[in-house]
């Protein structure tokens, strides 16, 4: 991306899966919002459409994929996997081959990807990690027969490398400076070892998408998106919402957490909030005092606050902001760090407080696609509202649920989750609000009441 970026195109960027980081990463090299697209959490029917959102006047789009190719949701199929977004995209596929401690087996390795789904077009192959110009010889070779090209060989190289922790890569708002510097590096690593032309004509060969760009404002107009219910019902039945008139008399300021402890969010949450009225005003709570002029509700995403759990417990005026607004029964969605943010004490660092909870970290990673159900009636929520969400976490919150949670799952395991009160909905489910745009215009009308 950084690359072809460099050589003057305007490249859109795109993630499989419901990853936040590697979107921040993406933003970086091309200069413009990193987007996901996740056919479990939006349904499949919407990929093109939010591709096309994405990509509009671009050059090129670079779809970077997830895990491996044919890996999806666990235990559906090819739902959600790189093999099946290519597919709705009609997407041809550059498969990047880690070539370390193999030769000839790279041919078998490539024919069986190449094969295994013959609807799945292996448009090229990129090695990766080669070892030498011998090891590479050996590589091309091997793979002179099996009818992939191969588009580039990269060599090993330290200066590209990005830390990890215990939740997958640093941020890049954590490490800017690296970050930049390690981009530009890779990027000069792959104009010297890949045919970019040849990468470029591959995807000018993808066919015509023929889908209509996602447009917030007509999400908004049109509904939510229809997905599988959970097998078992939750709650009573949803509620009509708020009466409010199709056009707002006024926008109501809607702070949204920012900064290096809260880098989760996807692009469109924002898009739908302004579609729906609001005016949408970023904040950085490790070094903001105070909540913006007029800050009517507040979203808080996910992201770091155990890394930097000191500091926010340091920034107290802004805790005591959070608290009132909070208390003042204004509209609050937190999702997994917003939910770390507004208990008591986070590692035992006070923390909003808004919450009769603690929260620290803990051994188990929790990962894994959810289905879910609203079962109280919130700010961002109708009960009954259905809708599917990812958790990923390292952290545990004591209790799980408050007297009225915020959402019953049945995967892994029946439960219920979260906590509503007043206008708050915190929870640790991630939710991506363009398969439930009616949750953006819920939030922002009472925000508006």
Known sequence: ???????????????????????????????????NLDAYLCGTELIAPLFAHGAAGCDLAVVEGVMGMYD???????????????????????????????????????????????EVRIGGVILNKVGSARHEELLREALDASGVPVLGALRRARQVRT???????VPVAERRAEAVEAVAALAEQVREGCDLDAVLALARSAPELGAAAWEPGVALAEGSFPHPAPSRHWGSAPDPGPQTPDRLERRPVVAVASGAA????????????????????????????????????????????EVYAPELSGNEPLRKAVAELALSGAPVAAECAGLLYLSRSLDGQPMCGVLDAEARMSERLTLGYREAVAVSMSSLAAVGTRLRGHEFHRTVIEPGAGAAPAWGMHLPERRVEGFVQQGVHASYLHTHWAAEPGMAKRFVERCAG
């Open 72 to 118: 999806g949701a666990s235990g559906q199929g090819e739902l959600a996997s790189t093999a099946q977004v290519a597919k709705l995209l009609r997407a041809p596929v550059v498969l990047v081959v880690d070539a370390s401690s193999q030769s000839r087996s790279v041919a078998a390795l490539v024919h069986g990807f190449a094969s295994w789904d013959p």
């Open 262 to 305: 809260f880098t989760f969010s996807y692009a469109e949450h924002s898009e739908l909030l302004a579609a729906a009225g609001a005016d949408v005003v970023p904040f950085d709570p490790l070094r903001d005092e105070a909540l913006p002029d007029g800050t009517r509700g507040l979203v808080i995403g996910g992201g770091f606050p």
């Open 1 to 35: 991306m950084a690359a072809f970026a460099a050589a003057g195109l305007a490249v859109s960027p795109h993630k499989v899966g419901p990853d936040y980081i590697d979107p921040g990463y993406h933003a970086l090299a091309t200069g413009r919002p990193g987007r």
């Open 163 to 169: 830390p990890s922790r215990h939740l997958g890569l």
